[in-house]
């Protein structure tokens, strides 16, 4: 790995572990996703104030976070792909492309982000769609290596359209997620953003075939207990950290909920402790 790559891991990374809150839903283009979001200005206010150790935005929205006064703020990660797999009605053609074609990665070194982040879709019949991304991962990686950015590949296994709950929907098999997380890693990841397999307790699974950091993917907003018990095993089995987005921003306090997770991730705290953290309101850590 190259200096530059190390030393922007090291902003994401504090002592190898990390909480990236994911703010870049707006590229979905789905009006459930922005629940909690209509006041960009105002959420990045109460999320800097939390102090994760990142926040996950979009070129046209990373200037909240990275034209703020002074120095202390969470590290940028920058999405670099939009698509349309989220979308709750499934459309005739899928597809996933780089929202800079010509040189993607270069906004994100304008922006003095710290890593980037590429989907890879696998749904099923969407073959076109699972190549899209290939060719999207091998441009970025070319751009990365060339500019020291660290590359997040988020592997994303799906269900048939309608399975559950409409749309797309998590695939947790852990056969499924170990196959595609090994083929992000083969295709160069710094970092891979998993989905939690079905049962967390196979999570080490995952964590072997990355053979690099993971982070937890957090998904549709969920009973925060349950976020809790689950993030607890998952961190056991050796992911390093979380991407939560919903499970943050649509929670009634989402600083408190960014305190417990800080917890558990850089103090070892238990579910338990992280819910009395949440419901005590929480407590901004220093950085």
Not at 38 to 44: A, C, Q, T
Not at 60 to 80: F, I, S
Not at 135 to 151: E, F, S, T
Not at 177 to 184: E, G, H, N
Request: charge should be negative; include cysteine; charged fraction near 25%.
């Amino acid at each position: 790995m190259s200096k530059g790559k190390e030393v922007r891991i090291a902003r994401l990374l504090k002592a190898g572990r990390g909480l990236d809150i994911a703010l870049d839903h707006g590229v979905c283009n789905e009006p459930s996703f922005l629940d909690g979001l209509e006041d960009m200005p105002g959420v990045i206010d109460r999320l800097v104030a939390a102090a994760p150790d990142a926040i996950q935005l979009n070129y046209g929205q990373a200037d909240l976070l990275q034209l703020r006064p002074g120095r202390e703020r969470p590290a940028l990660v920058m999405r670099l792909d939009m698509g349309n797999p989220y979308n709750a009605t499934r459309h005739r053609s899928m597809w996933a492309v780089l929202q800079n074609e010509h040189d993607p990665v270069l906004p994100a070194v304008q922006m003095d982000a710290a890593c980037v982040v590429v989907n890879l879709f696998m749904l099923p019949d969407e073959p076109e769609l699972f190549r899209q991304c290939v060719q999207n991962i091998a441009r970025v990686r070319a751009d990365c290596d060339r500019y020291g950015m660290p590359l997040m590949i988020e592997p994303l296994v799906m269900q048939a359209h309608g399975a559950g709950r409409g749309g797309y929907m998590v695939d947790g098999d852990a056969e499924k997620i170990v196959t595609l997380v090994r083929l992000a890693r083969e295709m160069g990841a710094d970092i891979v953003k998993a989905d939690p397999t079905s049962d967390p307790k196979d999570f080490h699974r995952v964590v072997q075939a990355a053979r690099c950091p993971v982070l937890v993917r957090g998904g549709g907003r969920e009973d925060l207990q349950q976020v809790f018990a689950r993030s607890r095993v998952l961190l056991d089995q050796g992911a390093v950290g979380m991407v939560y987005g919903r499970n943050v921003y649509q929670h009634a306090n989402p600083s408190a909920v960014v305190s417990a997770l800080m917890a558990m991730i850089h103090e070892g705290a238990s579910a338990e402790a992280a819910w009395a953290l949440y419901e005590s309101g929480g407590a901004v850590r220093s950085r």
